[in-house]
């Protein structure tokens, strides 16, 4: 996990005029976090095939950071949604939501200390 990880902030914009439909794409799992609370990252959705496409198109409408890591993704898949993402996940999600804050010009708990 992590370093098998792709970014795709700007697929969205690549992908306009296409049908919609990503090749190879059969799961896809959403993370809650707020940095400024004590409680850590969530699984808010999932799901797989078309599902799993639709939670990518909310996302990328809704400018949400994207990134695919298939390792990652079925370990996050086998938790359910609205529980705490499981220990095996933590670095990778780390080093995630790490790149997202500081794409988002907002420093995380570890950049502050």
Same mark, same amino acid.
């Given at each position: ?8 902030? $700007? ?9 919609? !439909? !990503?090749?190879? !794409?059969? @799961? ?19 799901? +797989? ?10 996302? #990328? ?19 359910? @949604? ?7 996940? #933590?670095?990778? @999600?780390a080093e995630i939501l790490a790149y997202?804050? +500081?794409? $988002?010009? !907002?420093?995380?708990?570890?950049? +502050?200390?």
């Amino acid at each position: 996990m992590g370093g098998k990880g792709k970014d795709l902030w $700007n697929e969205h914009a690549e992908a306009a005029g296409q049908t919609g !439909r !990503r090749p190879g !794409r059969a @799961v896809a799992v959403a993370l809650h976090h707020d940095p400024d609370q004590p409680d850590l990252p969530k699984v808010v959705a999932s799901g +797989r095939g078309g599902v799993a496409e639709q939670i990518l198109e909310l996302a #990328f409408a809704h400018g949400v950071k994207v990134r695919t890591d298939p390792d990652l993704a079925e370990v996050l898949a086998a938790v359910e @949604v609205d529980t705490v993402i499981p220990v095996e996940a #933590f670095v990778a @999600v780390a080093e995630i939501l790490a790149y997202v804050y +500081r794409a $988002n010009g !907002r420093a995380t708990a570890a950049d +502050r200390t």
